[in-house]
């Protein structure tokens, strides 16, 4: 959020932020905030999908673009990422744990063929070097390099 808060102050971009069910991360406050809409990929006419707007990003859930491709007869996924990627300045993907990517390959590998680089935001209270090295080696097979971490300082006691 603060990378995105940083990009938007800085030029009027459109952000949006691909993220798992907003209620279970740390988006879930502004799902509350937010204005739900209905937005259509531009490459992709008549597929619609669900997303919201707080404080000008858009946010967009993944299990509402993995439900809107099954429902499609054809395996669109990669498309629609890659029109996301042309229909805003910014996209910002908030992935999950690794284990939950490795559960939902079909949904996760359309998404890790768009992405250029990655930068990595670890908490120092939280993050351990086994943990980053796991994820240095993970966005390694996929020839995708990290180009920057941003480490988050525990809060004061």
Not at 4 to 14: E, H, L, Q, V
Not at 72 to 83: G, N
Not at 118 to 145: A, C
Request: net charge positive; hydrophobic share 40%.
């Amino acid at each position: 959020l603060g990378v995105a808060s940083f990009i938007k102050y800085f030029a009027d971009n459109k952000i949006l932020i691909v993220t798992g069910k907003m209620d279970d991360t740390y988006f879930g406050p502004f799902k509350l905030l937010a204005t739900k809409y209905q937005a259509e990929i531009s490459q992709l006419p008549g597929f619609r999908y669900t997303a919201y707007e707080a404080y000008s990003l858009h946010y967009l859930e993944v299990d509402e673009l993995s439900q809107r491709s099954k429902a499609s007869k054809v395996k669109v996924l990669p498309a629609v990422i890659k029109s996301l990627v042309k229909d805003y300045d910014v996209v910002l993907f908030d992935l999950p744990p690794l284990k939950d990517r490795r559960d939902q390959y079909d949904i996760f590998l359309p998404i890790l063929q768009t992405i250029d680089n990655v930068t990595l935001s670890v908490s120092l209270q939280q993050g351990r070097f086994s943990e980053v090295n796991e994820l240095r080696q993970y966005f390694s097979s996929y020839k995708i390099p990290i180009k920057g971490s941003v480490f988050e300082r525990p809060p004061a006691k």
